[in-house]
């Protein structure tokens, strides 16, 4: 069965900084691996996956996710925070050899200081 | 292009009602996903069209929920009758069919809050 875990209820960071959000991974077969965030009172909006060949990937507002296979993880980081990017981050896995079927896990609140 | 869109935004129902909420995937996409996030946990799946029909509806929690999409366009989601445990934001998404396991992402509407009294 798919699952997806996000250990941190929330992560606060300075503006300026380096953030990661993780999450870890389940799936029998191959992962498709995607974020989300979501502002509030809105959808999910698309940031970034992984399908298949390099280990990092980039997405929109300059976000980045490093899949890592030994590990199960994929990582959403960025190198310098802005106070705009404070929302909710889903991380969320569907197994790409069979099924359409998304799984996200519980969401990160990430909150950047000024 | 017009994004996935949901009706209504909030609804508030007595526990025994019915709600019934409707869901208009983006134009052309085959893939309809019905999704329900209770306060603080994850994002749990319902069901899953392909077009009119039911691909997967492994989520549905019982009997109480009955999905429909017609005629492949728009979906609703009833719930008869409603219970407490039954509150929470139910999300639509949409996404194109590329083929195989498909790699498209999800396309979000911004949610229905339901709530149950």
């Known amino acids: 069965a798919q699952s997806v875990a996000q250990p941190e209820d929330q992560v606060n960071v300075a503006e300026g900084n380096p953030l990661t959000v993780k999450c870890t991974y389940s799936?029998?077969?191959?992962?498709?691996l995607f974020w989300y965030v979501q502002y509030p009172n809105r959808g999910l909006q698309f940031l970034l996956k992984y399908i298949t060949g390099d280990n990092l990937v980039k997405g929109s507002y300059g976000f980045e996710a490093e899949f890592n296979k030994s590990q199960t993880s994929f990582h959403l980081k960025k190198p310098s925070a802005l106070v705009s990017d404070s929302a909710l981050y889903f991380c969320a896995v569907r197994d790409g050899t069979g099924g359409f079927k998304t799984i996200f896990g519980a969401g990160t609140r990430l909150f950047v200081k000024a | 292009e017009a994004g996935v869109t949901q009706f209504p935004s909030h609804s508030v129902i007595e526990k025994g009602q019915t709600v019934t909420l409707r869901c208009d995937p983006i134009?052309?996409?085959?893939?309809l996903y019905w999704y329900r996030r209770v306060m603080g946990k994850e994002i749990k799946f319902l069901l899953h069209f392909v077009k009119e029909s039911k691909q997967d509806e492994s989520g549905m929690p019982n009997n109480r929920f009955l999905a429909e999409r017609t005629g492949g366009t728009y979906s609703t989601l009833k719930v008869q009758p409603a219970e407490l445990e039954d509150s929470g934001v139910y999300f639509c998404?949409?996404?194109?069919?590329?083929?195989?396991?498909?790699?498209?992402?999800?396309?979000f509407g911004n949610g229905t809050r339901l709530t149950v009294t």
């Open positions: 998404a949409s996404s194109t069919h590329t083929g195989g396991a498909g790699n498209s992402p999800l396309h």
């Open positions: 134009s052309g996409h085959d893939n």
């Open positions: 799936v029998s077969g191959n992962p498709y």
